[in-house]
Structure formats: structure tokens, C-alpha cells
């Protein structure tokens, strides 16, 4: 998390496909901010409202799981982790 931004990272290491032996030559490095208009966009594909809740120890580190939500509907949270496989933040459909 960056501030109230979760940012997604993702690496890929770079060489020669053509190499014998391919030794690496450099990385490539995707960032994603999860902001108010990425949550969005992605509520829009998934067809449902999506939101991002900080961890809440007491869920345990159950994957996913579902806490009350309104009157008629359940909310499915769904624990993020972070390179260490730490809970960072609930994912809430």
C-alpha cells in the first residue's frame, strides 16, 4: 500500500529466447495502482461494487470468506498478499 493506493508490481526477467543457455540480460517491471477509477473499472468488468477494506486480523488468514453485509447480501472478502505471503488488504465484492 501507497498511502490508500494499493499498487500491484510485477516482474519478469528479460534474455535471449534464441540462447542455448539464456542468461538474464535485465527485467521488465509492471506497476498497477488500485485507485478510486481502477476499483471502478474493475466493478464494471466483475459486474458487482468492489472495494478495498484494510486487513482485519481477527478474519484470520482465510483466502476468502464472507462477513454480513446488508440486509440481503453477504459480502466475499478475498485476502491480498504481499511478496511474503503477509495479509495487505481485503478485496470486498
Partial sequence: MVGDQ???????????????????EGA???V???????????SDV???PVRLEPFHPR???RPTHLEPG???????HTVLLD??????VELVL
Fill in 70 to 76: 446488508d440486509d440481503l447480501h453477504n459480502d466475499l
Fill in 6 to 24: 494499493l499498487e500491484f508490481v510485477v516482474g519478469a526477467v528479460v534474455h535471449r529466447p534464441d540462447a542455448e543457455n539464456p542468461v538474464a
Fill in 59 to 61: 478474519h484470520g488468514v
Fill in 32 to 42: 498497477r495502482r488500485m485507485g478510486s477509477a481502477e476499483l471502478a473499472r474493475l
Fill in 83 to 88: 511478496h511474503q505471503g503477509q495479509p495487505v
Fill in 46 to 48: 466483475l459486474m458487482v
Fill in 28 to 30: 521488465m517491471l509492471m
